[in-house]
């Protein structure tokens, strides 16, 4: 038994694990796959843009103001009502005019400096703002920051729900008690408010809208995850843990955690979306992002005195991204938890 | 002939779109139900017997695909419409179910759910059929009908509500009873209950009873015919006393061997794959040394859970009272009692997975009970538990080398992974397992194998006790006696003590030396095994021992 025999490492090999079937399951489903597809693209595009290869201009104004999109064609040019134009040469008037002998001193110094007057484009692929700035660079733009508010937090919102829910399920009792009556004062007050409150107190930024939203999403996570923690807590596995001498913590995030993983990041991906459209409402309501930055948010803020112009393509370009990003985010979520919980559909 | 089954085939399609496989559940099924007679199908885990039973209503699940024939009073039932199968179900055949807590609705009281088949098919009215329920509830035997009628299940014990599925399923007065395992989920003292009830319905009732069970002695008192089957083909069939008496098959005669029964006097049992190969069991019992060291030795031990009751009342309640009892080096306590007898909590106590409210635990003469944080985490190697049920013991995200490496990298054991590893695939090999387990994850395995993986986790610790919880209750009674015959070898091999939990008397007396019976948290009875066997000295007891299924005998009455 003490003879040192050479161990055969082939096999310690592990068999497909659970997020390897899970894959394999996901795999087989075709709109999760294709809204898997659609969810890269944009994280390509969020990418590309955070790097500054693709709308790094967004604020260059390069259109006339309101440039429709081009498939509409230049807008026919206004009839202003002004009077004529006289025809005819200019009257010499150099003989009574008190400036006219530093005329010529003036175009010397006129020459000197170099004035570009940039061409405005007439009409841009997806339209321009109030400003003549490119609405598509601009939607790509608020892309980046509207996901990157959803996601940052969603991750935060997760995290707070999962220790708050973590802690309740496993210790119950006093711990419990306590995390139940917080999580009871922050539902008693509307969404809503709550997040005026913060935003009241921690002024505008990316930052804050991240903060705002993490603090005040956390309760459903929470509830969820005390939930699968007061049912793992006296799970057989577990008490055989705790019988070969497992720590507190080893208990809980190693042996718990992993086994109730799939639900929090179904639920994750489900924050991600409410996130990204409550960012849209405190944007438009001006409690966003700040005004030197876009967002999907600030768009449709922006749209709404446009449309009043008629022109519509500035709303019309945050709400096909935002619709179409949210949309299959929500089908690959749907999907995920078909694939991570087998039970769920009744297939194994 | 009532029902008669031929040429049965269940498949059942796995799978989606394009790579779809069929499993076959049942290959080939023939026999007959005549009226008036108790036929039973008998098999382990997998044999089909179940799904035969459910494909003749039509309670399949819908990827099962079924051919040959099932033909009832002349009818094929497999070319029936779905209408014409619900006129059937619970009017001519009904159906009895393995757990009562599930198959009643929590939401409904037990009167609103009898009298919706009453009302359905006999076309009563309410009044009527109220009055038809409380007299099924009166027949099948249950106290105060009438104020029962008003109650909802969580309010009626096991057996009651056993008892209120039957009446509902005699409610109106089938032709068939189609019984699935029906005493499985319940005590002994219940299923000898319920057996009685059914065996007394089907007499006055002059119906067929097909009841289906893995348990050859449960269907040996109740059964006329005996069908065994095994991997979805019938294996053998015929009256129950020349199956008992003079089986043919080699697999019958291993299940009968399996069981361990009042008269085993060999140290192992026979395993169904040896017996077939007619291999006997050779190795010889070690005798126990009466004068061992005693290792565990519990003194008034004693647990109570406190309920909240208004807003600061508090009711005690006594799960465990005053054990006492001394457990020397390889020997076997057993334990014995009905559910809610405090047994497991007792077990539980003994490692402090609960804390107990009274009494001492010595442990090699050390106060277990007294220990700080340090000493308890050293002592726990000594003392280790066996859960029951195996699909919930073993973390499922965890694979089988993980799962033996984590409490022997928690104790120090071993210098490095390498050495764990080492370990680790001994200890596989000695439970039977091989070495290719060890990358596999709990879901690959069978109930017996994951069974002896949670028996190589404790061993990873070198424990001198073992706490047995209901360790062979959900297997299997050939796996039962395998992972039997395994904890015999490793007390013979290792000098393990085991304190051994379990409701099933028929186990406990096979493994013990010494039985505690336990009823409502106190010990009623304690002695040496022989003793209780030979002479019980309470009531309890031999109610227990009276409770256990016998299989057939010649001159008991029916």
């Known amino acids: 038994m003490t003879a040192v025999l050479p161990i055969d490492r082939s096999v310690l090999r592990r068999s497909e694990g659970v997020w390897r079937t899970a894959w394999r399951r996901f795999r087989g489903d075709r709109v999760g796959m294709v809204s898997l597809l659609i969810v890269a693209a944009f994280l390509l595009l969020i990418a590309a843009s955070a790097t500054g290869v693709v709308a790094r201009h967004w604020q260059a104004e390069v259109g006339v103001p309101n440039a429709p999109p081009t498939f509409l064609g230049p807008r026919p040019p206004e009839d202003l009502g002004t009077i004529e134009v006289p025809k005819g040469p200019n009257v010499d008037l150099s003989d009574v005019d008190p400036l006219a002998p530093r005329y010529k001193e003036w175009s010397e110094r006129a020459a000197q400096m170099k004035t570009t007057e940039a061409v405005r484009a007439d009409t841009l692929p997806f339209g321009g703002d109030r400003l003549g700035r490119d609405v598509l660079s601009k939607a790509i733009k608020g892309t980046e920051v509207s996901v990157f508010v959803g996601v940052l937090a969603s991750v935060l919102a997760t995290l707070i729900g999962t220790l708050f829910g973590a802690a309740a399920g496993f210790f119950g009792q006093r711990v419990n008690d306590f995390l139940e009556w917080v999580y009871n004062v922050f539902t008693a007050v509307p969404d809503i408010l709550l997040i005026f409150a913060f935003a009241a107190v921690f002024g505008r930024g990316i930052g804050t809208v991240v903060l705002i939203l993490g603090l005040t999403g956390w309760a459903g996570v929470y509830r969820q995850v005390r939930a699968e923690f007061i049912k793992h807590r006296n799970r057989e596995y577990v008490r055989a843990a705790e019988a070969i001498g497992a720590s507190m913590s080893s208990r809980m995030f190693r042996h718990i955690l992993p086994n109730v993983s799939h639900v929090i990041l179904v639920r994750m991906s489900l924050l991600v979306v409410g996130f990204i459209k409550f960012e849209v409402i405190l944007s438009y309501l001006g409690l966003g992002v700040p005004v030197d930055q876009v967002s999907w948010g600030t768009m449709l803020a922006e749209a709404q005195s446009e449309l009043i112009l008629g022109y519509w393509w500035q709303l019309a370009a945050a709400t096909v991204f935002m619709a179409l990003f949210v949309t299959a985010f929500s089908l690959m979520a749907d999907a995920w938890r078909d694939a991570l919980d087998p039970k769920l559909r009744g297939a194994e | ?162 008892r209120v599925m039957i009446a509902m399923a005699l409610a109106c007065e089938p032709k068939l009873l189609i019984a699935d395992e029906p005493t499985t989920a319940l005590d002994v003292t219940i299923q000898r209950q319920i057996l009685e009830l059914i065996a007394r319905l089907q007499e006055r009732h002059r119906m067929s009873v097909l009841f289906i069970s893995h348990d050859l002695g449960v269907v040996g008192e109740i059964a006329d015919h005996v069908v065994v089957m095994r991997q979805g083909v019938v294996r053998e069939q015929g009256p129950v006393a020349r199956i008992f008496q003079a089986p043919r098959d080699a697999y019958t005669k291993a299940l009968l061997a399996c069981r361990p029964s009042a008269g085993h006097t060999s140290a192992r049992l026979p395993v169904i794959d040896d017996h077939i190969e007619g291999k006997v069991p050779t190795r010889a019992a070690k005798p126990k040394d009466p004068n061992a060291p005693v290792l565990l030795r519990v003194r008034a031990l004693a647990k109570s859970f406190f309920l909240r009751e208004g807003v600061f009342g508090k009711r005690e309640f006594k799960a465990v009272r005053n054990v006492n009892f001394d457990l020397r080096r390889g020997h076997t306590l057993g334990v014995v009692g009905e559910s809610g007898s405090g047994k497991t909590t007792m077990g539980l106590t003994l490692l402090r997975l609960h804390e107990p409210t009274a009494g001492e635990v010595l442990f090699d003469g050390r106060n277990l009970l007294a220990m700080n944080e340090h000493e308890r985490q050293t002592m726990r190697r000594r003392i280790q538990i066996v859960f029951q049920n195996p699909y919930a013991s073993l973390n499922p995200r965890f694979t089988i080398g993980q799962t033996l490496l ?153």
């Open chain 2, 1 to 162: 002939m009532l029902l008669s089954i031929k040429d049965l085939r269940v498949d059942f399609r796995l799978g989606e779109r394009g790579d779809i496989t069929r499993v076959p559940a049942v290959a080939g099924v023939s026999f007959d139900i005549p009226e008036d007679t108790t036929v039973a199908l008998v098999g382990e885990s997998g044999s089909g017997k179940s799904v035969t039973a459910m494909s003749i209503l039509n309670l399949l699940p819908e990827n099962a695909e079924r051919t040959g024939v099932i033909e009832y009073q002349g009818r094929d039932l497999l070319k029936a419409s779905l209408p014409d199968l619900q006129q059937l179900r619970g009017k001519e055949i009904a159906c009895v179910f393995q757990d009562p807590m599930t198959s009643l609705n929590p939401v409904f009281s037990v009167g609103q759910q009898m009298a919706e088949p009453l009302r359905r098919h006999l076309n009563v009215g309410r009044r009527a059929a109220i009055d038809r329920a409380e007299a099924l509830l009166a027949e099948v035997g249950i106290p105060e009908p009438k104020r029962r009628l008003a109650s909802y299940p969580h309010e009626l014990s096991g057996g009651q509500q056993q």
């Open chain 2, 406 to 558: 984590e409490p022997m990298a928690i104790h120090g054991i071993g210098a490095d992974t390498a050495e764990r590893e080492r370990r680790a695939l001994e200890l596989l090999g000695k439970v039977g397992l091989d070495a290719a387990a060890f990358g596999k994850y709990p879901h690959e395995f069978s109930g017996g194998q994951r069974q002896r993986i949670a028996i190589a986790r404790c061993l990873t610790l070198d424990p001198e006790v073992l706490v047995l919880d209901e360790a062979v209750s959900a297997l299997d009674v050939s796996v039962q006696a395998q992972v039997l015959n395994l904890l015999k070898d490793l007390q013979d091999d290792l000098g393990l003590a085991y304190v051994f939990i379990s409701h099933d008397l028929g186990v406990v007396r096979f493994v013990s030396d010494e039985i505690l019976v336990m009823k409502d948290g106190e010990v009623v009875e304690q002695a040496s095994a022989q003793q209780i066997l030979a002479a019980p000295a309470q009531e309890y007891t031999r109610r227990l021992l009276g409770a256990i299924p016998r299989g057939y005998q010649e001159a008991a009455p029916a």
